[in-house]
């Protein structure tokens, strides 16, 4: 059985909010029956764009992660829903607006916050991953076809194509802890949820303050290896995707025939640990 699935990479969000416009354009003003009612003029963020910076200048970037609903397998907005949400068989969740009029708690129930109320028509609403015109043949959703960087996808797959293409493009789930078994796949999720050590080394040279360039840098956690880089032309250096709050690492810094220097660093969020003079 092919389902819907739809893949977001986080590295090529730019934060245009073409997405999120043309799901206000198809919402906004039209009524699809059977499927929703018009979206509100204000408030609603059926594909949300989450932000998260990271580092301190000048080491610093930024993050987009788009957030629809995650047409999950085992929804607790369907068990809290007494039967006004349910899941087609193509894996696509939908509320019955008529089912669910007055059930303000819905909004409660969806962990990842994709549930919305519309105070006018006294429903909850929520994307509907464009049912309306998949149903018509078409291959995807607007946001996916509004998308100019290639960050939304939207597949229809059985579980053995799903599986390899998880496996090949290295995919995760968001919140696999909310154990909803999501039919959304993120790829580079690190940039958003994970964190980063990074710096920049310096060495004196003529009187003069260069770019350490080609100096190793190793990163130890509990006397244990665990990365290694060299520093780019600009000196600088950066070990990611390591867990928030993950606490003490180590830093080793060996560059040409200088003292090696030794840095002990205890992660919270991700840090610019600055100019290191070699
Ligand atoms: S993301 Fe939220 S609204 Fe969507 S199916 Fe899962 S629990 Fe329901
Ligand atoms: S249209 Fe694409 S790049 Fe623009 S905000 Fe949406 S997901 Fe990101």
Redesign the pocket.
Known sequence: MKKWHMIIDVAKCEDCNNCFLACKDEHIGNEWPGYTLEQPLHGHRWINIMRRERGQFPLIDVAYRPTP????DQ????EASQGS?LKRPDGI?LIDYQKAKGKKDLVK????G??WWNEENQTPQ??TSCAHLLDEGWQQPRCVQACPTGCLKMILVDQEELDKIIKDENLELLHPEFN?K?NVYYKNLYRYDKCFIGGSLAYEEKGRSECASGAQVSLYKEKTKIAEVQTDAFGDFKFDRLEEKSGAYTIVIQFKTYNKITLNVNLDQSINLGVIQI
Not at 75 to 78: D, E, G, L, Q, S
Request: aromatic share 4%; glycine share 0%.
């Open positions: 609903c995650m047409n999950c929804a607790p907005c369907i949400i969740v129930a969806c962990p990842y994709a549930i929520k994307c909803t999501p």
